[in-house]
């Protein structure tokens, strides 16, 4: 029994060594200079180590992409004060997409559930059929929506794709955390006067917590981290962090160290996010995977 334990600590020992490489790799790269990047063997921790790349993303000066006179590159875009405006655009966009599939998810659960109509039990199934297909075939679609209604590098233009990615699969997760809900507290409210209105905000939504922070999480991920709709209707006011990095890509060589810098940046609000909700999103989780 001693011996499947131990050898159940080493291999989970393993797996979790293997699933931090990637963000120990960037670490390391993030504190070399170019011309280490790039030699052969690669190395995982720099020799002499530098802030110059982490600096760099914060300054306004011009980031370049200059080896030795053996490999020059060329330089990058300009970075400075131009990455921490990226930086507020995903914020903005990635709270605007989370808070607004919560807002639009909740009446749609809630009318589905409390009331019986035809075809109400399909709603949430039809919600679902959008991911029968790969996102990327509405990117021309919503590029012309866009372009007709003049919100190409707008917001707006942004969160309509966002919310057709995450409004069906909220809608299908509070479906099946709300279906078991005790909805005698609901009528017990609306026996001591309560509006629907009121009970739903006071009573239901208040006991759903966890659900609905499960949900606004997907969503806020979801947005921080998508690239392909932000890299065809964002421009020069909206453009987020992943568009950005992509400026450090150039066309004959890669900028390994400020990327791994920007990248690690970029993490650092999801894992803030992600531990001050954990227990709330863990019980979202179990409870959701339970009910319906």
Same mark, same amino acid.
């Given at each position: 029994m001693k011996i499947m334990k131990i050898f159940s600590i080493i291999i989970l020992f393993l797996l979790a060594s293997f699933s931090f490489l990637p963000i120990i790799v960037s670490f390391g790269t993030s504190f070399m200079t170019l011309e280490e990047s790039?030699?052969?063997p690669p190395k995982i921790f720099p020799t002499n180590p530098v802030l110059s790349n982490w600096i760099r993303l914060f300054s306004l000066e011009e980031i370049t992409g200059e080896l030795t006179e053996t490999y020059e590159y060329g330089k990058e875009a300009r970075s400075g004060r131009i990455l921490i405006?990226?930086?507020?655009?995903?914020?903005?966009?990635?709270l605007t997409t989370a808070f607004t599939s919560i807002l639009i998810s909740i009446p749609v659960v809630y009318i589905t559930i409390?009331?019986?109509?035809?075809?109400?039990?399909?709603? &949430?199934?039809?919600? #679902?059929?959008?991911?029968?297909?790969?996102?990327?075939?509405?990117? @021309?679609?919503?590029?012309?929506l866009d372009v007709n209604l003049g919100l190409i590098d707008t917001y707006v233009g942004l969160l309509i794709p966002y919310l057709i990615l995450?409004?069906?699969?909220?809608?299908?997760?509070?479906?099946?955390?709300?279906?078991?809900?005790?909805?005698?507290?609901?009528?017990?409210?609306?026996?001591?006067?309560?509006?629907?209105?009121?009970?739903?905000y006071e009573v239901i939504l208040w006991l759903a917590l966890p659900g609905l922070i499960t949900a606004w999480l997907y969503a806020f991920v979801m947005a921080w981290g998508e690239f392909n709709f932000a890299l065809i209707i964002t421009g020069s006011s909206?453009?987020?962090? &992943?568009?950005?990095? #992509?400026?450090?890509?150039?066309?004959?060589?890669?900028?390994?160290? @400020?990327l791994m810098a920007g990248c690690l940046i970029y993490s650092f609000p999801i894992i803030i996010i992600f531990y001050a909700i954990e227990k709330y999103f863990i019980a979202g989780l179990l409870t959701g995977s339970i009910k319906g």
């Open positions: 790039y030699k052969v405006d990226n930086l507020f655009n995903s914020i903005l966009i990635s409390r009331f019986k109509f035809r075809g109400y039990s399909l709603i &949430p199934l039809s919600a #679902l059929l959008i991911y029968m297909f790969p996102s990327i075939i509405l990117i @021309v679609p919503v590029y012309i995450t409004v069906p699969f909220i809608v299908w997760f509070l479906r099946a955390y709300f279906i078991n809900f005790p909805w005698e507290l609901e009528e017990a409210a609306l026996i001591d006067g309560c509006s629907r209105l009121r009970a739903l909206t453009k987020t962090v &992943p568009i950005k990095l #992509l400026q450090f890509v150039q066309q004959h060589h890669v900028n390994w160290p @400020v």
